[in-house]
């Protein structure tokens, strides 16, 4: 009888949604409730009016894929910005990534994931055919690919290398090595060699 | 010019609100949204919705601290409940610990906190009073103190005592003990101790 989470189905129902993000479980989506209903005013209510205001305005852009509230996206309407070069990106969260490094000023294009056998994820799953057909435009000239240094990300590195042949962009990857600030004893075997491998004069 | 989190403000707004979440930083923030926008209809818009409700409909009982849509809150006003037992408990969380365990059928009372000299929390910041004049209800019997066992929970629980002394209420508090599935060289000298002073006859 008494053998409810919380005994109210409005706060049961908010930690069972709050439960549901990555990172949270069903104890630290009840300290995060209690927390929200103490900060009603500075925290909930604006939490609440921005996830709405998310789910409204901001979709994918059809072009890139990166969200924002227009679509094409700033990034792809920004005339600043370099139009020759399309820098191909796993997840929305890598392109992120990138423009806070804040040293890239071309386009991106983001995949929507990797090829993966284990997981039945074949190239028509992720946005391949659409970045070929970009790279036919006119005016691209090279195509970065930055997907993750993984087994996945680097198989999908290679397909979408093999389906760009024929387009005439000239494609290249990120270079591995050395992470800036890192120490080569902690460093794996794989990254210390390619770091030997592609040396650079001093 | 290029230098912002996610080049779009609704987005960095969600993200900066989502981070003020216990347990949620910036990445783990940025990580939410991308889940939330993937899931748009099935998790972001819903729990827009909820937190609204929430934020709109649930309050603290004025009498027991409980968090309902309803003031007094459905446990004070359960019928079935026992009125002569009040629970005392730091925050609401613990109310729901106690309510998940579901051996305990009277009232409750929320503190809201504990006492700390350090922090500058005296009586007055808590809901002390409250306690104390409920204790002197009719029918009233018995209070049982749970706050934690940490010192500022202990020193919380001897300065209630001490004031409910002159109610004429039975005063008790929670046993210390093996927690039940836990092995005892896992625990520390403290708990051992008190389970040995406090054994029971088998």
Chains 1, 2 share one sequence.
């Not at 990797?114 to 057909?133: F, M, R, W």
């Amino acid at each position: 009888m008494y053998r409810t989470r919380t005994s109210n189905s409005e706060l049961d129902q908010l930690i069972q949604l709050l439960s549901k993000l990555p990172g949270f479980g069903p104890r630290s989506a009840r300290r995060a409730v209690l927390h929200l209903v103490k900060k009603k005013d500075t925290l909930m209510k604006p939490l609440a009016a921005s996830l709405a205001s998310v789910a409204e305005h901001v979709h994918p852009c059809s072009t890139c894929g990166n969200l924002d509230v227009s679509d094409p996206c700033h990034i792809c309407e920004d005339e600043r910005r370099d139009k020759s070069t399309i820098c191909v990106i796993e997840e929305v969260a890598d392109l992120w990534a990138l423009e806070r490094a804040g040293s890239y000023r071309g386009l991106y294009h983001v995949l929507g994931g990797t090829l993966s056998a284990l997981d039945g994820i074949g190239p028509d799953d992720l946005n391949i055919a659409g970045l070929i057909e970009r790279a036919d435009e006119e005016g691209v000239q090279e195509v970065i690919i930055a997907t993750n240094a993984t087994v996945d990300g680097q198989t999908t590195a290679h397909y979408i290398t093999d389906r760009l042949k024929n387009s005439g962009v000239s494609v290249s990857r990120l270079a591995h090595g050395v992470p800036v600030g890192g120490e080569l004893d902690y460093l794996d075997d794989g990254t210390l060699t390619a770091a030997l491998n592609s040396r650079q004069p001093f």
